[in-house]
Structures are given as structure tokens and as C-alpha cells.
């Protein structure tokens, strides 16, 4: 069902089945390009861990937040991405009626428990009106969206393994944050946590 302002929450989107086959693929990526712990341009190190796969991967340092092609610590290109994360994106794309989307990135985040995203907008892509397409795998966790301005009202959502998030129209661009996980809520990672999934067209 729509939400305020293009956001949809796809609860249970994703079958056991599919979560597995995803899950799979995530990892198949880690293997090739291996989590790593950005840090902000005032030299503070990220909350949580992080890779990347697809055409362009995310990287934040002292040199700012940018996309490149390859992994800050291999300096390997980062891996394409599976085929199967790239036609589920589309698929709930179509969905919810992001008919030209066009993946080319996926970052997989990766958040232990006490570990979370501060409150930020995504803009460092050129792109700013093709949809953010989140998914979650593993142990609950509670999203905050806001507003266009950081001072804006908060709304929280409780996103469970297999929901997808689609921030997509005005909602692309509203400030938004990750709280933390709910330890011990989901068995589908070995050594709890929950793995983000965030797919976008970069241009």
C-alpha cells in the first residue's frame, strides 16, 4: 500500500525462499569485496560495517562521500551486482510504479546489535528521483524517516527480514535514519544482526 509522499512499506515482501537466495547472493558478494568500516570526512569512524556491489559502490572518508568503482582497502573493482538482487529491485520497482528504474548500485550494510545510521539525506547520487529500494534481512530494526528538513517530524517504522522499504516521489529526498536492531528477532543470520540492502540508480 502507498504511503505519504511516494514511501511504501512492503511488509513480508520477500518469501524464507527468497530472503535465503538473497541472503546467498549478499554474501557471495562479501567474499569477493569484504565489509569495511567507513569514516566521515572530520575522520569518525561509521556506526556499522559495509560493502558494496554494482557498477559504483558508496564510500565515505576524509575526502568526502562519493561513488566509485572500486573497493577502498582492495582497490579490486567492486563485484557486479548478483542477478538476482538486480531483478528484485526491478520487480518491486514496477510495483510501485517506477517503471524506468535502472540498478546500479547496492550497498550492503551490515549492523550489529548497538549499531546505527545517524540522521542524513541520500544525495550523493546524480540521480535524486529515482526511488531507494531497502531491504531488510534479519534481525528487526526500527527506521526513522523525516522530512525534507532535518527538523522535521519523525515517523518511526518497525522493518522486519523479508520488508522492503521504496522511498520513491517527495519521500527520495526526506531526511531518515536507522535507530538500532531488536537483538534475537530473526535466526536467518548465523550471528544475529540484520544485512541492508540498499539498491539505487546512481545517474
Known amino acids: ?18 530472503q535465503q537466495e538473497i541472503l546467498a547472493a549478499a554474501r557471495a558478494v562479501v567474499k569477493q569485496a569484504p565489509l569495511f568500516r567507513p ?22 572518508d576524509k575526502s568526502g562521500y562519493r561513488y566509485q568503482q572500486v573497493h577502498p582497502h582492495t582497490f579490486k573493482a567492486f563485484p557486479d551486482m548478483p542477478q538476482a538482487i538486480k531483478d528484485l529491485a526491478i520487480e518491486i520497482a514496477q510495483e510501485t510504479g517506477n517503471n524506468d528504474f535502472s540498478p546500479q548500485s547496492c550497498l550492503i550494510n551490515l549492523y550489529r546489535k548497538g549499531e546505527k545510521l545517524g540522521m542524513h539525506q541520500d544525495n550523493t547520487e546524480e540521480n535524486l528521483s529515482a526511488p531507494i529500494i531497502s531491504i531488510s534481512l534479519g534481525d528487526t530494526g526500527i527506521f526513522v524517516l523525516g522530512g525534507k528538513l532535518r527538523t522535521d517530524d519523525t515517523r518511526q517504522y518497525i522493518v ?37 540492502l540498499t539498491i539505487r540508480q546512481v545517474n
Not at 500500500?1 to 520477500?14: D, E, F, Q, T, V
Not at 523479508?162 to 516521489?169: F, K, N
Open 160 to 196: 522486519q527480514s523479508g520488508d522492503v522499504i521504496v522511498m520513491g516521489g517527495e519521500s527520495r529526498n526526506y531526511f531518515h535514519s536507522f535507530k538500532g536492531i531488536i537483538p534475537n528477532t530473526s535466526n536467518l543470520l548465523k550471528n544475529g544482526g540484520r544485512l541492508n
Open 1 to 18: 500500500m502507498p504511503a505519504n509522499k511516494g514511501l511504501y512499506l512492503l511488509k513480508s515482501k520477500l518469501t524464507k525462499v527468497i
Open 39 to 60: 569514516s566521515m570526512p572530520n575522520g569518525q569512524s561509521f556506526n556499522y560495517s559495509m560493502t558494496n556491489c554494482g557498477d559504483l559502490g558508496w564510500v565515505a
